[in-house]
């Protein structure tokens, strides 16, 4: 018997201790999707482009990184509290429409086609398409030496849907992202990498392509990035835009492009900071 009680006591001891544990558990929740709005988003960046979404272990740095922080700081949702989730470019739209991010900042250039499927906020920056070559060839030297070459591009991207329509005589290698199309370049199995020139610029001043490469000729398209978002969610559209206005008129979008490409020695062209357009 008093064995029994024993074990009985314990394992009433035991009972209270979880419900302790789960009323302490419970707390947790409540606290971070409170008022506050302390609670998780989820935000597609790109993870392998220097200077505007790069990963390195935890560590998430760039342009787009820092406007995609700002804004959501803006909404609410402290920086331990985002969740950044890879978006390659031809995954960009089917991320926004099946709720596997909440938010895209990833040199995601706004244009007719893909807004019938998702919207945009934004302009928060205007860039545009440029030509990076190996530092010793000197036969292409703008878009118009183009004729016979060898270009990687990536997939579901504006410069490589440029290139299919105005230079059908350019050989065009697509791949799913812009890293993989240095290693390419450096070994000759293409002649150059075509996409914005923020993006050519970040990977041109990486330490290991120091002296092996450089952007030739002058942006030949204008991209406008945008913040994708689930396509009509306007009141969403609105606060992010109002976020973006902030951000340039407090001086925050000045110091990001200093600290991020202006580190890769890549000055923004003109219209820059742009006024976002209306939401619709
Ligand atoms: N801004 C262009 C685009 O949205 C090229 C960069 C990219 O692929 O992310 O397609």
Redesign the pocket.
């Given at each position: 018997m008093f064995t029994r009680r024993l074990i009985a006591t314990a394992a009433a001891a035991g009972m209270a201790l979880t419900l302790a544990a789960c009323g302490g558990g419970a707390a947790t929740p409540a606290a971070t999707g409170g008022p506050a709005g302390g609670d998780g988003i989820k935000i597609g960046i790109?993870f392998d482009q220097p200077g505007l979404g790069l990963r390195e272990g935890d560590s998430y740095t760039g342009f787009d990184v820092e406007v995609a922080k700002f804004v959501a700081k803006e909404l609410g949702h402290e920086e331990g509290d985002i969740e950044w989730i890879e978006s390659p470019?031809a995954q960009r739209e089917t991320l926004i429409e099946t709720d596997q991010v909440d938010l895209i900042f990833?040199?995601?250039?706004i244009t007719d086609k893909r807004k019938e499927r998702v919207s945009f906020a934004g302009p928060y920056f205007i860039?545009g398409q440029g030509l990076l070559v190996r530092a010793d060839d000197s036969s292409i030297t703008g878009q118009d030496t183009l004729g016979g070459k060898k270009l990687c591009s990536?997939t579901?991207?504006?410069?490589a849907q440029k290139i299919k329509d105005a230079y059908p005589d350019v050989e065009l290698q697509e791949f799913g992202t812009?890293s993989e199309c240095l290693p390419a370049l450096l070994n000759g199995t293409i002649d150059a990498v075509t996409?914005?020139d923020t993006?050519l610029a970040g990977f041109a001043a990486q330490s290991q392509y120091a002296g092996k490469l450089k952007l030739v000729g002058e942006p030949f398209t204008t991209?406008n990035?945008g913040v994708g978002l689930k396509k009509g969610d306007t009141a969403l559209c609105e606060q992010v835009n109002a976020a973006i206005t902030k951000m340039v008129s407090e001086g925050a979008w000045e110091a990001a492009i200093e600290k991020t490409l202006g580190a890769a020695d890549y000055t923004a062209g003109p219209g820059n900071p742009p006024t976002p357009a209306a939401c619709s």
């Open positions: 790109k470019s990833a040199t995601y250039s860039a990536v579901g991207s504006t410069p812009y996409t914005d993006i991209e990035y």
